[in-house]
């Protein structure tokens, strides 16, 4: 069975930085597609950045020009790369993957930015 694991996340000041690692047990290019999903109290969970296993990117509008998505295919690692964050960014992030057999997710990591 595919696993992911989440890492990264943690509490950081407005404007601060920081990156979330999610590892999978076998090559990311099985999969048709990656990506970050958030959910934050009291909110629907939401597509953040997805990639294709041909490298394709999209992102919300909310985040575009400050996270990004990428990866590292002989770590069979995907990153999010968050910039300029602010408050309403706090969440769980979420990495999923897509096969044939169905979507696979991971624990999830606790994002927080406040002063």
């Known amino acids: 069975q595919v696993q992911l694991v989440e890492s990264g996340g943690g509490l950081v000041q407005p404007g601060g930085s920081l990156r979330l690692s999610c590892a999978a047990s076998?090559?990311?290019?099985?999969?048709?597609?990656m990506g970050w999903y958030r959910q934050a109290p009291g909110k629907e969970r939401e597509l953040v950045a997805s990639?294709?296993?041909?490298?394709?990117?999209n992102y919300a509008d909310s985040v575009k020009g400050r996270f990004t998505i990428s990866r590292t295919i002989a770590k069979n690692t995907v990153y999010l790369q968050m910039n300029s964050l602010k408050p309403e960014d706090t969440a769980v992030y979420y990495c999923?993957?897509?096969?044939?057999?169905?979507?696979?997710w991971g624990q999830g990591t606790q994002v927080t930015v406040s002063s």
């Open positions: 076998r090559s990311i290019f099985s999969f048709s597609g």
């Open positions: 999923n993957a897509d096969d044939r057999y169905g979507s696979r």
């Open positions: 990639i294709t296993s041909g490298g394709t990117t």
